[in-house]
């Protein structure tokens, strides 16, 4: 299947850390991008957030002062779902609750012609799940971008028991011309990542509540001796204490409580306390 030709409106739901990243990616590939999110005025700071990013890279003399126009031309903030109708990929990234998620897929298909993608950026959820009980849902998948989006190479799409072959290929193939490495997987709770992912953190959080050493060393070992880009800890402060924790949540639950994924109550109560990581300025790290 030929990937979505850059005339091709892209609408992204959640002008979050993910969001906003994802517009910047299709809008970097030359398509017109619609940004909605609930809370006001969030779409137009994510906007604002990709220009001043994209700054950076004119300051170090990687792209032109043009090219920042042209992109963050191409995105526009938009003030209901009823905006996004005429899209023809919707990507949501919005807050991981299958029933929020739900909610707004039946929304989309409301208002959406026939041949939109629906996709969604979930890290855990199930797409059989989220398709469940729409007219069609087929036309759903998963599109799981990395964080952050513009930087990361490796795309999951995922295909729920309804997901048409052809609707799967055609995501594949747009996110490979968007300059990604998409692989196929099936809706698994965690998919292949964030399964694979969930015992790097936990064992973290284990050696942090058993008082092996703080998270700056154990960050630093990981790093320097383990080979990693990230330790456990800076690096759940970058994805965010409540995603992280949520995608622990529902790997967890998914599994009937298998214990190799149990939640920790450290990270439960960095949720309580709002310390989320780099989006709220402290997590196990203080950015402010
Ligand atoms: P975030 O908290 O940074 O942003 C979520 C945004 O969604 C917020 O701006 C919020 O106002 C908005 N929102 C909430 N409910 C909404 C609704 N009903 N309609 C429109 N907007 C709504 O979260 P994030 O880190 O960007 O994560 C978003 C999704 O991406 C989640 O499903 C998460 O699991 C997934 N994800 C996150 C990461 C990560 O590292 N943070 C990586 C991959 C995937």
New binding site residues.
């Given amino acids: 299947m030929p990937a979505l030709s850059p005339s091709d409106i892209i609408a992204v739901?959640?002008?979050?850390?993910?969001?906003?990243?994802i517009a910047q990616v299709a809008a970097q590939a030359g398509h017109p991008v619609r940004l909605?999110?609930?809370?006001d005025g969030?779409a137009q700071a994510?906007i604002d957030g990709v220009r001043h990013q994209l700054e950076k890279r004119v300051a170090r003399g990687k792209m032109a002062q043009d090219e920042v126009e042209a992109i963050v031309a191409r995105m526009t903030p938009a003030a209901s779902?009823a905006e996004l109708a005429d899209s023809r990929l919707v990507v949501?990234?919005?807050?991981?609750?299958l029933e929020?998620?739900r909610?707004?897929f039946a929304e989309l298909e409301a208002l959406c012609g026939p041949d939109t993608l629906l996709t969604?950026?979930?890290?855990?959820?199930s797409i059989t799940s989220i398709a469940a009980g729409l007219a069609r849902p087929e036309r759903v998948a998963g599109l799981?971008?990395?964080?952050p989006?513009p930087v990361m190479k490796l795309v999951e799409v995922i295909s729920g028991l309804a997901t048409d072959a052809e609707a799967a290929e055609t995501l594949y193939a747009t996110a490979a011309a968007w300059g990604k490495v998409p692989v196929h997987a099936s809706s698994t709770p965690g998919f292949i990542v964030?399964r694979v992912a969930r015992p790097f953190y936990a064992e973290g959080l284990r050696l942090l509540q058993e008082g092996a050493a703080d998270p700056a060393t154990l960050d630093a070992l990981l790093r320097q001796a383990g080979g990693f880009r990230m330790g456990p800890f800076e690096l759940m402060d970058?994805?965010?204490h409540?995603?992280?924790y949520?995608?622990t949540r529902s790997v967890f639950d998914a599994y009937y409580g298998d214990t190799r994924f149990e939640p920790s109550l450290v990270q439960q109560a960095l949720v309580e306390a709002g310390r989320?990581g780099r989006?709220s300025g402290l997590g196990f790290y203080d950015y402010r």
Avoid: P
């Fill in positions: 739901i959640g002008a979050g850390a993910m969001g906003a990243g909605y999110d609930t809370r969030a994510g779902l949501e990234a919005i807050v991981e609750n929020v998620k909610g707004v969604s950026n979930t890290s855990s959820l799981h971008f990395f964080n989006a964030n970058l994805i965010g409540d995603v992280n949520a995608v989320l989006k």
